[in-house]
């Protein structure tokens, strides 16, 4: 992997170089299929706008990535959609401990077992999959995990005495929560991207409801299953091979890089040098996706993302999250990638509905006023997220709210 520093940060390659030029022109194809991509999930799944975007980096830069969510969060829902818009050989399974090896990586070929020669019928599962999904992975028992190590490690497959190589471009791991037993340690470490998938705020409550019964009439109908493929997986292995002429990095970017690896291992996340390295694989890409020829900093929203354990999520947030804001407060016409998309009118309408509940006269239980206290905290904070002036007027409408509120709760006790 080539690394290098431009001091004009431009990111234009000079015209004298034909492999840049080629790099440029593939990766503005692919680049707009993957937005295109992103623009379809996004408007089936709510609130998923930052794992949908993660999903489509780790892909384009080969890597691999787990989702952390309890059920019922659209884990699988969003990877089974993603592979129907790839052109890809796909292979998906709900893993347990009673799971065999041979439901994952084939049958044993009982013909050439017959003739003392150790296979296995690999068509149509995962060794020969480009785009994988394991739903509860770390559920597997050992034989499974030791040759998922192999594949996620070198691309290579044992059989017997045989080394085959995969054609895996991507595996996407989902779990319920984090693994804590050291056994695992090792499978964890390979998914270089660890996004939560948690519940949505009751602010989307309504957008929920309503895309999930389209989702569901969609499924019911044979829909989904109609869904045509947007970008090929021969496309995405073009722009992979770009990625070396992509890793040019102004200098100013590589010294705020730095010191953030320096804080986030000051505040006890462990980075070893290896993944500091292949992260910078996830910038180019993250840029690629944009449509952009050069990294900037909004692409360290990633860093959000290389959590060990979820005690540090909220801790990579506080490191990273002053830089994006710095960003996009300097750059106002860049889109984030790490915000969910809110309307303003219909956290308006939300806050109308919860506004009438409380001041309308009608005694609430307390199950309901804590509920509706709880709603008006996530409108609050899904306000200052968008963060325009619009969304900060209606920051104080709420604080009114609560003021208000609170002092009734207090007179009337």
Known sequence: MALSETKSGTGVPPASNPAAGEAMRVGVGVGGKLREVARVLDARFVGRSEIVRLLLITLVAGEHMLIVGPPGTAKSALLRHLARLLDARYFEYLLTRFSEPSEIFGPVDIKAFREGTYLRRTEAMLPEAEIVFLDEIFKANSAILNSLLSILNERRFFVGNERRRVPLCSLFGATNEVPNDEALAALYDRFLVRAPADNLDSFHFQSLIERGIRNEIAESSGADDRTKPILGIDEIRALQATLEERMNFPGEFLVRYKALVAQIRAEGVSLSDRRVVKLL????????????????????????????????????????????????????????????????????????????????????????????????????????????????????????LLEGVFESSRWNG
């Open 281 to 400: 694989k996830l910038f180019v890409a993250s840029a690629v996706i944009d449509g952009r020829t050069q990294v900037d900093e909004s692409d360290f929203f990633v860093l959000k993302h290389i959590w060990n354990n979820a005690d540090q999520v909220a801790l990579l947030q506080e490191i990273v999250g002053p830089v994006l804001e710095r960003h996009y407060r300097d750059h106002p016409e860049a889109q984030r990638p790490d915000r969910v998309a809110v309307d303003l009118d219909t956290m308006l309408n939300e806050l109308g509905t919860i506004r009438n509940l409380l001041l309308g006269g009608e005694p609430l239980s307390d199950i309901m006023l804590f509920s509706q206290l709880r709603n008006l905290q996530d409108i609050r904070a899904g306000l200052q997220a968008i963060g325009t002036e619009s969304a900060r007027r209606m920051v104080g409408e709420v604080d009114k």
